[in-house]
């Protein structure tokens, strides 16, 4: 009996029923309650698929694959149903915030597609992080590139000379000087 009473309620409360669906598309929700609602389901959907693909259990590959590809797909339709919770007023759930590793650098595979649990020990998978740890070792090439040339090309020929230049250069400032006193020019007027 009571069942059946809290059956009826169920609609005017917001709370979904057995027979409900959630919606392909997230701007097919109008109300906000219920999109909030269906982007909890779809939150307790990842964790639930994430904790599975973590677990030592799977050894087949194509189902490792398989579950990183629904997971991504879920975190695609997270994201729909979080522009459509802004849309109708709600709260901003996105994040801005780069995720970061124990060392302070951008974890790999934050944007765009992301990799799993066993997801990412895939034989295609482990050779694509390990390409990009080798991109992040472009700044020596650069700077190998210009090890072989000689120190007038960074400006560092004053080594090389003798500094005369330099002492000339301030005997000519003396004497300058010394006739802007004579002739009693004020300092500022030839400048």
């Given at each position: 009996?009571?069942?059946?009473?809290?059956?009826?309620?169920?609609?005017?409360?917001?709370?979904?029923?057995?027979?409900?669906?959630?919606?392909?598309?997230?701007?097919?929700?109008?109300?906000?309650?219920?999109?909030?609602?269906?982007?909890?389901?779809?939150?307790?959907?990842?964790?639930?698929?994430?904790?599975?693909?973590?677990?030592?259990?799977?050894?087949?590959?194509?189902?490792?694959?398989?579950?990183?590809?629904?997971?991504?797909?879920?975190?695609?339709?997270?994201?729909?149903?979080?522009?459509?919770?802004?849309?109708?007023?709600?709260?901003?759930?996105?994040?801005?915030?780069?995720?970061?590793?124990?060392?302070?650098?951008?974890?790999?595979?934050?944007?765009?597609?992301?990799?799993?649990?066993?997801?990412?020990?895939?034989?295609?998978?482990?050779?694509?992080?390990?390409?990009?740890?080798?991109?992040?070792?472009?700044?020596?090439?650069?700077?190998?590139?210009?090890?072989?040339?000689?120190?007038?090309?960074?400006?560092?020929?004053?080594?090389?000379?003798?500094?005369?230049?330099?002492?000339?250069?301030e005997e000519w400032r003396e004497a300058q000087l010394r006739i802007r006193e004579v002739l009693e020019i004020p300092a500022d007027a030839l400048h």
């Amino acid at each position: 009996m009571l069942y059946r009473f809290r059956e009826a309620q169920a609609p005017g409360l917001g709370i979904g029923t057995r027979g409900d669906k959630r919606p392909q598309i997230a701007c097919a929700c109008k109300g906000l309650r219920e999109c909030e609602r269906w982007r909890g389901e779809i939150l307790r959907e990842i964790s639930r698929k994430v904790s599975k693909i973590q677990d030592c259990i799977w050894s087949d590959r194509y189902e490792v694959r398989d579950l990183n590809d629904e997971i991504n797909r879920l975190l695609r339709e997270k994201r729909h149903s979080e522009n459509q919770i802004i849309a109708l007023g709600g709260a901003n759930y996105r994040r801005n915030v780069a995720m970061l590793d124990d060392d302070g650098k951008e974890v790999p595979g934050t944007k765009g597609y992301k990799y799993f649990g066993r997801a990412k020990e895939l034989p295609g998978v482990r050779e694509l992080f390990q390409s990009r740890k080798k991109r992040k070792r472009r700044p020596w090439r650069i700077t190998k590139k210009f090890m072989h040339e000689g120190p007038a090309y960074f400006g560092d020929s004053d080594e090389t000379q003798s500094g005369n230049e330099l002492i000339e250069y301030e005997e000519w400032r003396e004497a300058q000087l010394r006739i802007r006193e004579v002739l009693e020019i004020p300092a500022d007027a030839l400048h």
